[in-house]
């Protein structure tokens, strides 16, 4: 960045490395993934967030959120302090419903747990009788 803005105490948005910068950010925050989809999510993510049109006005950042129109402290403070508590997945890039899918993916986990806990259940009361029965007979 030194190099591009020379002695200039600010730099075109276009003379930016916005790839260079793209891999750092993904790779330093995408380090711990070990889910190939969700690091292009996180790819996607930081792709449309560092760009040239990030300087424009209204940038939106995800559908519903834009960045402040000031540049000082206090108005991407205000800004911030006017997002919701909690966030919604959309910010993320992820679908709205993100966490309802989530939820499902675990019962469906849950529910093959069971299952096959139930069938070791269902082995050893087969054995069980079998052993019952052969008690019988001897």
């Known amino acids: ?22 891999i750092m950010v993904t790779e330093t925050y995408g380090g711990k993934i070990d889910n190939a989809s969700d690091f292009s999510v996180l790819s996607q993510l930081v792709s449309s967030v560092l760009t040239p049109a990030a300087f424009e006005e209204n940038f939106a950042l995800q559908q519903g959120l834009t960045v402040p129109n000031g540049t000082t402290k206090r108005d991407f ?5 006017g997002l919701p508590e909690r966030e919604p997945p959309t910010y993320l890039g992820l679908e709205a419903n993100a966490e309802k899918l989530l939820l499902v993916a675990h019962a469906d986990e849950m529910c093959e747990g069971l299952r096959r806990v139930m069938e070791v259940l269902d082995e050893g009361e087969a054995i069980m009788a079998e052993a019952a029965e052969l008690a019988e007979v001897e």
């Open 1 to 22: 960045m030194t190099t591009v803005a020379g002695n200039r105490s600010n730099i075109a948005p276009n003379a930016i490395p916005w790839s260079l910068l793209c």
């Open 77 to 81: 403070e205000a800004w911030i302090k």
